[in-house]
């Protein structure tokens, strides 16, 4: 694809990388649980793509976000299959830790890999980096506590640092963290993650058109576009609700 893969844009080669802003990255995620929608419900019998990560996430002309890359791929057991998948593959990082250790491939596999390309939009993290500290290997587990504590400040990629709207990173974050939940059980669909991004996708617009509006007669300066929204998340309408990733309690129905 013309524009490489979204693990180029994130971390690539510093002089061949170009920062991605904010919603970009919401809508590029769009795109390719869309396809992954596809592949897990339209695409005749579900297909199991279990090697989703950025790199296999191109870039069109467009900035759209396509799956490629089907090596792995395989089709999900029906009635009378056997349930276990002898052979356990995908990408140290994203690989869902349910299927490494039961060797049961369901769609959900897909849906913790996608919820490590989540973290890493927001923190332009690879998924797995061994020169760290051993407590930070792994991006999921380095991300929790920080989500768990309310202090996204804290892990957000420094490229989009104080340009992004605060409730629609919470919304992603909560996709993410959905994701990645240790019992497959409890994640949601495909269908609801591109549900949700795209609410987010909507949600950072409007907050940047009203900021860009807000701008344009001097209310406020520019470097005003996250505290406002730390004033709405402080009251409490924008943090994350577990509760609603259970099935039937929210927008996510994980039991889907």
């Known amino acids: 694809m013309s524009n490489g893969s979204l693990q180029d844009r994130l971390y690539g080669e510093a002089s061949k990388r170009k920062v991605l802003d904010w919603p970009t990255r919401i809508s590029v995620c769009i795109g390719a649980a869309k396809g992954l ?4 419900n339209f695409a005749g019998r579900c297909i199991i793509h279990r090697d989703v990560k950025s790199s296999n996430i191109l870039l069109d002309q467009s900035m759209c976000g396509k ?3 089907f090596g792995f791929s395989k089709y999900a057991p029906q009635e009378g299959d056997s349930v276990a998948s002898m052979e356990v593959r995908g990408t140290a990082g994203y690989l869902d830790p349910e299927y490494y250790s039961t060797q049961v491939l369901s769609t959900k596999s897909d849906v913790f890999s996608f919820g490590v390309v989540l973290l890493e939009i927001v923190t332009g993290r690879e998924p797995l980096d061994v020169q760290r500290p051993r407590s930070e290997w792994s991006l999921v587990e380095w991300a929790k506590p920080y989500i768990r504590d309310f202090r996204i400040e804290e892990i957000v990629d420094p490229g989009i640092k104080g340009q992004y709207c605060s409730e629609a990173m919470w919304r992603v ?14 994640r949601p669909s495909m269908e609801d993650i591109a549900r949700e991004l795209e609410d987010a996708l909507i949600i950072e617009n409007n907050a940047s058109e009203y900021m860009r509006s807000m701008e344009s007669t001097g209310t406020f300066g520019s470097n005003r576009y996250l505290s406002i929204d730390r004033k709405m998340f402080a009251s409490g309408s924008a943090r994350i609700d577990p509760a609603k990733f259970a099935s039937g309690s929210g927008r996510i129905d994980a039991g889907k």
């Open 37 to 40: 929608v596809y592949l897990h």
């Open 173 to 186: 974050l909560e996709v993410a963290t959905a994701c990645t939940e240790s019992f497959s059980t409890f």
């Open 67 to 69: 799956v490629a890359d």
